[in-house]
Every structure is written in structure tokens, then in C-alpha cells.
């Protein structure tokens, strides 16, 4: 069965320093990993996917995220934080045979100026 | 339409009613997806569709829940016997599809709705 874990409910981080937002996953075979955002009140929105390639992904708005097959995880990162980046994110992961998109519990991220 | 789009976005019933909750998909996005996130929670997944047809029911949590997909467009998910438990924000999702091994392309991407946030009293 596919899972999504983030270990952390909320990161706080400075204005203008890197943030990382953390999730490991477990899944059969090859993985298809997302970042979903949600801002208040809004629906989520993509940001970013790894399907092969560059380990390395760039999404929107700055972010990246780097996927490590050995240590199954797929951390958001960027380098310098936003206070408008404040917001829930959700990673999430699909299996190459699985019709099911399962998502983490979510991450709150408050960037404080 | 642009996006996807739920309708009521806000419903407020009694214990025991029935409500229906209404998405509209992104047109020509064959899967679509129904997910529940009570408050401070993450995304519970309830159903998913491709096409009309439900491979993937696991997520209903009970038998008062049930959804339908028809012309391959609009889905209507219906609570039947409302408990306060079911209290949460009901999102849709849609998608280009996603089978095969292409997955390169925007196939995966999942379009979300607003929600319709649902207060059984």
C-alpha cells in the first residue's frame, strides 16, 4: 500500500532564509511524487512533480525538491522564504500501477518577517 | 469550464438530512477525484473516477456515502443520513488521466476545486 509521511505539522522559518518542508513516502516500484499548496480558504494548487529524470525538480514560485530513492523522501525546498509562502503544504504520491494519488497529512509552513 | 468548479460552497444541514455535493471537472479531464479534509486535517481520499465507471471506491468511509460520475463529466457525491461527523471541506479534483506508462506530461496533475464545505448541526 502506498503512504506519505510528514514528519513535521508546522516549520517555521525567517524571511529570506532556505526552508525545507520534509516528506518520505513508501510505495511499489517506481514513484510519482507531488507538492500540493493551500493557501486560506483556497483550493490546493500544484507545484511541482517528479516522474524520472533529474533528481532535482523545479516547480512554481521558487520551490524545488529533490527526490532520493534511497532514503525514499521527496523534501521541498527553497532557498530564500517568502512571508507569502505561509501556507499548508501537502506532498503526495502515486504508484506506476495505482490509480490513487494518496496525499501526507500536511505541513504548516509560517515565514515570519 | 476554466477550473474546476463545486457547487454549493457552503452547505449547512440537519442531522439525518441528505445533501448532494456537486463538481464540475476541468472539460475533457477524465479522472476526477473526491477528497475530504476536516479541520486541521489532511486530504482523506474517498473516490475516483475514470470516466463514468468507480475502480477505486475504498476511500467511502460508509455505505451513506456514494457518488456518481455521468457523461463522463459531472459527479455528484451524495451523503445520505448526515452525522455531524461528516462536517468537513469536500474537494474535487481533475485530471487529463493518467494510464499507461506516459507520464510525462500533464496527465498526473491533479486540478483542484474550492471545496464545499459542509456543517451538519
Known amino acids: 500500500a502506498q503512504s506519505v509521511a510528514q514528519p513535521e505539522d508546522q516549520v517555521n522559518v525567517a524571511e529570506g532564509n532556505p526552508l525545507t518542508v520534509k516528506c518520505t513516502y513508501s510505495?511499489?516500484?517506481?514513484?510519482?511524487l507531488f507538492w500540493y499548496v493551500q493557501y486560506p480558504n483556497r483550493g490546493l494548487q500544484f507545484l511541482l512533480k517528479y516522474i524520472t529524470g533529474d533528481n532535482l525538480v523545479k516547480g512554481s514560485y521558487g520551490f524545488e525538491a529533490e527526490f532520493n530513492k534511497s532514503q525514499t523522501s521527496f523534501h521541498l525546498k527553497k532557498p530564500s522564504a517568502l512571508v507569502s509562502d505561509s501556507a499548508l503544504y501537502f506532498c503526495a504520491v502515486r504508484g506506476l500501477y495505482g490509480q490513487n494519488f494518496v496525499f501526507g497529512p500536511g505541513t504548516r509552513l509560517s515565514v515570519l518577517p | 469550464g476554466a477550473g474546476v468548479s463545486q457547487s454549493p460552497s457552503n452547505k449547512v444541514t440537519e442531522k439525518g438530512k441528505d445533501v448532494e455535493l456537486r463538481c464540475d471537472p476541468i472539460s475533457g479531464h477524465t479522472a476526477l477525484y473526491w477528497y475530504r479534509q476536516s479541520l486541521g486535517q489532511g486530504l482523506e481520499f474517498l473516490i475516483y473516477f475514470q470516466g463514468n465507471s468507480a475502480p477505486d471506491k475504498s476511500g467511502l468511509p460508509s455505505d451513506r456515502f456514494s457518488a456518481e460520475r455521468t457523461g463522463g463529466s459531472v459527479s455528484t457525491l451524495t451523503i445520505q443520513r448526515t452525522q455531524q461527523e461528516d462536517s468537513a471541506v469536500y474537494l474535487c479534483a481533475s485530471s487529463l488521466g493518467a494510464t499507461g506508462f506516459n507520464f510525462k506530461g500533464p496527465k498526473n496533475i491533479q486540478y483542484f476545486g474550492a471545496g464545499t464545505r459542509l456543517s451538519v448541526l
Open positions: 510505495v511499489s516500484g517506481n514513484p510519482y
